[in-house]
């Protein structure tokens, strides 16, 4: 069970985030500070959840960076995180 809820957060951690990234950073689209900010706080919120389920802050924080930084990858012409 725990194993399909950890994918099933991932899963909408990294479309959070790529959402986010491509409303900063696509230049097609002119996006609003609303929009990146909620996208930012659902992130937030299932980093919590997924501590919650692995124990762990610090381990939730590195699969959180790990999404963050293959979606910056994967989306063309968005910097990587620092």
């Avoid at 293959?70 to 012409?77: F, N, T, W």
Wanted: one cysteine or more; proline letters at 4%.
């Amino acid at each position: 069970m725990a194993g399909s809820e950890i994918t099933r957060i991932l899963q909408q951690i990294r479309e959070e985030e790529e959402s986010a990234r491509r409303a900063l950073f696509d230049p097609a689209i002119v996006s609003r500070h609303q929009f990146i900010t909620k996208r930012s706080e659902n992130i937030g919120q299932h980093v919590f959840a997924l501590a919650e389920i692995v124990g762990s802050d610090k381990e939730a924080m590195k699969l959180y960076v790990a999404i963050q930084e293959q979606v910056a990858r994967e989306v063309s012409g968005c910097p990587t995180p620092t």
